[in-house]
């Protein structure tokens, strides 16, 4: 048997901690020394105390732990647990990743308000372009990723490969919250049967006002409004929904990935 101090030194768990979860009946030493009162472990209640540090890691009360143990889980049930709580952890790591670029983003349009815009605008003729593409309503843009894998499985299983950057069109009349109506395209130039969900269409010629966006994904609001502002400094209107041409795309679909290259083309006329 082990010593609680040493015990402590082979788990990395300070003794005060071991006696609180003696207390809470969470693990209860094997043994207690009549004569010096000192608790006693064996060596293999470490694999009960990682089995309660990483429930407690990953957001558990200890009463909740207390339960869970009580109910005796099997290994498998434990890491099917412990994968459910890491996915909600990393998904919340990069959401606040992504509130941070947004924050900043916001930071620089402040401090440039009465500065020159880093975004240099042009009109150009955007010739007509034939795409295949899936067109759905998904609650934020950044969950439009299982869009691009269907379309680009389709096209792979037709052996039809695109002859031009990807783009997304936006076809929402106002900016959302949640629920964008959108299509993720891929410019072909193949013939390539329709499906129910995958479409075939030749998107007209259009002028178009455009700027690209170096950076993340989640700034691309500080070229929205650059563009936004030379559309109505030079007396233009908007006439139909927005690209995001992705010249490069962000890695994984990542919303932080500040290698990502996003030209943004909204269809104008003077008016």
Same mark, same amino acid.
């Given at each position: 048997?082990?010593?609680?101090?040493?015990?402590?030194?082979?788990?990395?768990?300070?003794?005060?901690?071991?006696?609180?979860?003696?207390?809470?009946?969470?693990?209860?030493?094997?043994?207690?020394?009549? $004569?010096?009162?000192?608790?006693?472990?064996?060596?293999?209640?470490?694999? @009960?105390?990682?089995?309660?540090? *990483?429930?407690?890691?990953?957001? $558990?009360?200890?009463?909740?732990?207390?339960?869970?143990?009580?109910?005796?889980?099997?290994?498998?049930?434990?890491?099917?647990?412990?994968?459910?709580? !890491?996915?909600? @952890?990393?998904?919340?790591?990069? !959401?606040? *990743? +992504?509130?941070?670029?947004?924050?900043?983003?916001?930071?620089?349009?402040?401090?440039?308000?009465?500065?020159?815009?880093?975004?240099?605008?042009?009109?150009?003729?955007?010739? @007509?372009?034939? *795409?295949?593409?899936?067109?759905?309503?998904?609650?934020?843009?950044?969950?439009?990723?299982?869009?691009?894998?269907?379309?680009?499985?389709?096209?792979?299983?037709?052996? %039809?490969?695109?002859?031009?950057? =990807? $783009?997304?069109?936006?076809?929402?009349?106002?900016?959302?919250?949640?629920?964008?109506?959108? !299509?993720? =395209?891929?410019?072909?130039?193949?013939? %390539?049967?329709?499906?129910?969900?995958?479409?075939?269409?030749?998107?007209? *010629?259009?002028?178009?006002? =455009? &700027?690209?966006?170096?950076?993340?994904?989640? &700034?691309?609001?500080?070229?929205?409004? @650059?563009?936004?502002?030379?559309?109505?400094?030079?007396?233009?209107?908007?006439?139909?929904? =927005?690209? +995001?041409?992705?010249?490069?795309?962000?890695?994984?679909?990542?919303?932080?990935?500040?290698?990502?290259?996003? +030209?943004?083309?909204?269809?104008?006329?003077?008016?």
């Amino acid at each position: 048997m082990i010593r609680i101090g040493d015990f402590s030194k082979l788990s990395r768990v300070p003794v005060k901690t071991l006696r609180y979860y003696d207390e809470m009946g969470l693990l209860k030493p094997v043994d207690v020394d009549p $004569f010096t009162g000192y608790r006693l472990y064996e060596y293999s209640q470490l694999s @009960a105390l990682n089995r309660i540090l *990483a429930l407690k890691d990953l957001g $558990f009360s200890l009463e909740e732990i207390g339960r869970l143990l009580e109910d005796g889980p099997t290994a498998e049930q434990m890491r099917g647990m412990l994968k459910l709580r !890491e996915t909600e @952890a990393r998904q919340r790591v990069q !959401e606040e *990743a +992504e509130r941070l670029e947004r924050i900043k983003s916001r930071l620089r349009q402040i401090e440039q308000e009465n500065g020159m815009s880093k975004y240099d605008v042009v009109i150009k003729q955007v010739e @007509a372009v034939r *795409a295949a593409s899936v067109r759905e309503v998904v609650p934020t843009p950044p969950e439009q990723g299982g869009l691009w894998r269907e379309l680009e499985g389709y096209l792979a299983m037709h052996r %039809v490969r695109p002859n031009g950057a =990807c $783009f997304t069109l936006y076809h929402d009349d106002e900016y959302k919250e949640r629920d964008w109506d959108l !299509e993720v =395209c891929e410019p072909i130039d193949a013939d %390539v049967t329709e499906s129910r969900r995958v479409k075939v269409r030749t998107l007209p *010629a259009s002028t178009m006002a =455009c &700027t690209v966006h170096n950076g993340p994904v989640a &700034t691309l609001s500080e070229a929205y409004n @650059a563009l936004g502002k030379w559309i109505t400094d030079n007396g233009y209107r908007i006439t139909g929904p =927005c690209r +995001e041409v992705y010249l490069r795309p962000a890695k994984n679909g990542s919303q932080t990935d500040p290698k990502t290259v996003t +030209e943004i083309q909204f269809p104008v006329e003077k008016g």
